[in-house]
């Protein structure tokens, strides 16, 4: 097909992690995906429960752990839009980019039961297929999803999600192996999820 076929990979990537560029790689193999584009979310008007990173820290981790991968980019049009992401606006703003493109979905088990619960969720269906990837945790099942509508697939399991890579940092620990190098020195360097931040030089 002109356009190709090009997977979307929504999150707030708060950091960005493993899990989420071995489910976009591992979907791109099995749905022989062209591309995938990782589109992180744009600010929530108010704080929920914690406070979400700056846009632009979230966008550059995402770039710098995507740059190695000539089929992974970035896009803005969450950040740039700025206000909370509705997916409906993630995908009706890149069909118009990639008129051509049949568009993939990708969203992991916990995302996918929050956007299929939505009543016109028809209209999105429309403009995406949906992939629905395994996640450790969370049961695809319970999702209640429309017959047909969503393809099911299996990814390698990597139990790692940004609340614990967050805490992790916080608590001093590691997220080496969790998340890309690069991401790791970015945190450090931006002084990211520390409640108390650490002073340049200081050790330990
Ligand atoms: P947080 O803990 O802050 O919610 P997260 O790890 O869930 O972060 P998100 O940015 O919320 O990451 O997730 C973006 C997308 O990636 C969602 O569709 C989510 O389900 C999926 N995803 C995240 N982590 C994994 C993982 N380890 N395996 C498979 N899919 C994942
Ligand atoms: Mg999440």
């Known amino acids: 097909m002109a356009g190709g076929r090009v997977g979307i990979m929504g999150g707030t990537f708060d950091p960005i992690h493993h899990g989420h560029l071995v489910a976009a790689s591992e979907v791109a193999g099995l749905f022989g995906l062209d591309e995938v584009i990782f589109v992180p979310t744009g600010q929530p008007w108010q704080k929920s429960d914690r406070e979400v990173s700056p846009p632009e820290d979230r966008y550059l981790m995402t770039v710098i752990a995507t740059a190695s991968n000539p089929r992974f980019s ?62 450790p945790g969370f049961h695809l099942a319970d999702a209640h999803l429309p017959e047909g509508v969503v393809s099911l697939v299996e990814v390698p399991a990597l139990a790692i999600s940004s609340t614990d890579c967050r805490d992790r940092v916080d608590r001093g620990m590691p997220v080496w192996y969790l998340v890309p190098d690069g991401v790791v020195q970015y945190i450090e360097k931006r002084g990211l999820y520390r409640e108390v931040p650490r002073r340049v030089g200081a050790d330990g």
């Open 74 to 135: 970035v896009s803005r049009v969450d950040i740039d839009r700025g206000g909370p992401t509705y997916t409906i606006d993630t995908l009706t703003d890149l069909r118009q980019q990639r008129p051509e493109a049949e568009l993939f979905f990708i969203t992991g088990a916990d995302a996918l039961a929050q956007i299929v619960s939505w009543r016109d969720n028809q209209q999105l269906f429309d403009l995406a297929h949906f992939v629905g990837v395994t996640r």
